[in-house]
């Protein structure tokens, strides 16, 4: 798995492929073999069934564009993290482009009724979209879902006058992105948000309510830090999950009344590289994919935000094992080509 082809290649014991041998795939052709306005079409359809919309009133004007045709836009805008205005550029200087995506031939969406037709679909839509391809994955057997690993991280907020935001203990001024990963193939499961100033704890049991539920994971051992060192969640892992528990436990906590061992500094050692490959993952998510690039205030925009940025790495992920290529699931500039 990609973990340990991570630390394989760390100790260079992997042999890495050549750059002529990188598979350059162009936007249209991502879209067309993933099948992706068949997959936006049954996600439509899912989310529809599972909270119906009420039926549009007489009168206004006519839907030039379908949602799918609109959601497949919005996921190659969110490969390549461009903005609204840049993407409607390149879809009229790129026909074969809009043509994959679904556009008549001289019809072209506005950047503006893309904005609205974003905002139109909402949240439910894109939570949608991020289970489906965490399914698809899993089917391909890419997301094993055997270990997984609980952190958080802090982004910053757009502006000062955030009302919905917080400030961390780090000084910070933004939200909390409460992530749950699967250690084996460094993909996320499920996410969640919260002021920066709250608490980790109180995150943890709704992640993995909703990953196991929704996914149904063989999981066998669930790793966090010392923040999450809570009898709710020891309880919720062991009894609910039937998993090992590997979450840090603070000694300093108990002061004098309990003396550090040999054997808890070992095994300390051991769960803390493994533990740490989410760090490793967030690292990746604020440089190569922007996290820490949000653009307006509000936890509704933040939610969005964070949807699209994890949606674009489980779709290079998709589009990597689609052409034989895992080991470049978290490298987008060596497997797709400039949109």
Not at 63 to 86: C, F, H, I, K, R
Not at 129 to 147: E, M, N, P, Q, S
């Amino acid at each position: 798995m990609l973990a340990a082809e991570l630390a394989n290649r760390q100790q260079g014991s992997v042999i890495t492929h050549e750059k002529a041998d990188d598979p350059f795939v162009f936007s249209p052709q991502m879209v067309k073999d993933l099948h992706l306005m068949t997959f936006a079409g049954s996600v439509l359809a899912l989310a529809t069934r599972l909270r119906p919309a009420l039926p549009a009133g007489q009168g206004g004007r006519p839907v030039s564009y379908s949602d799918a045709t609109v959601l497949v836009t919005l996921l190659v805008m969110m490969v390549w993290q461009l903005s609204p205005e840049v993407l409607v550029k390149r879809l009229r200087r790129w026909p074969e482009l809009a043509d994959a995506c679904g556009y008549r031939p001289g019809q072209i969406i506005s950047s503006s009724q893309l904005r609205r037709r974003r905002d139109g679909l909402g949240l439910w839509t894109y939570f949608w979209t991020f289970c489906a391809l965490v399914w698809v994955l899993k089917t391909r057997g890419l997301i094993v879902g055997k270990d997984w690993v609980i952190d958080a991280t802090i982004i910053d907020a757009f502006s000062s006058k955030d009302g919905q935001a917080g400030w961390s203990f780090s000084k910070r001024f933004g939200y909390k992105v409460h992530l749950l990963l699967c250690r084996d193939s460094l993909l996320p499961l499920m996410v969640l948000l919260s002021p920066a100033n709250r608490n980790d704890a109180p995150w943890a049991v709704p992640l993995m309510v909703l990953a196991q539920h929704l996914f149904a994971f063989p999981v066998q051992v669930v790793r966090a830090d010392a923040a999450y060192f809570t009898k709710a969640i020891l309880r919720f892992i062991v009894t609910i999950l039937s998993a090992t528990p590997k979450v840090v436990v603070n000694p300093r906590k108990a002061g004098k009344r309990f003396l550090v061992t040999w054997a808890w500094v070992q095994q300390f050692r051991r769960d803390k590289g493994k533990r740490g490959y989410i760090e490793r993952f967030f690292a990746v998510l604020k440089r190569y994919f922007r996290l820490n690039h949000l653009q307006g205030q509000g936890v509704y925009r933040a939610y969005q935000h964070v949807f699209e940025v994890l949606i674009a790495v489980l779709l290079v992920a998709w589009l990597a094992d689609h052409v034989g290529r895992p080991d470049l699931a978290h490298a987008r500039s060596r497997l797709l080509a400039p949109c």
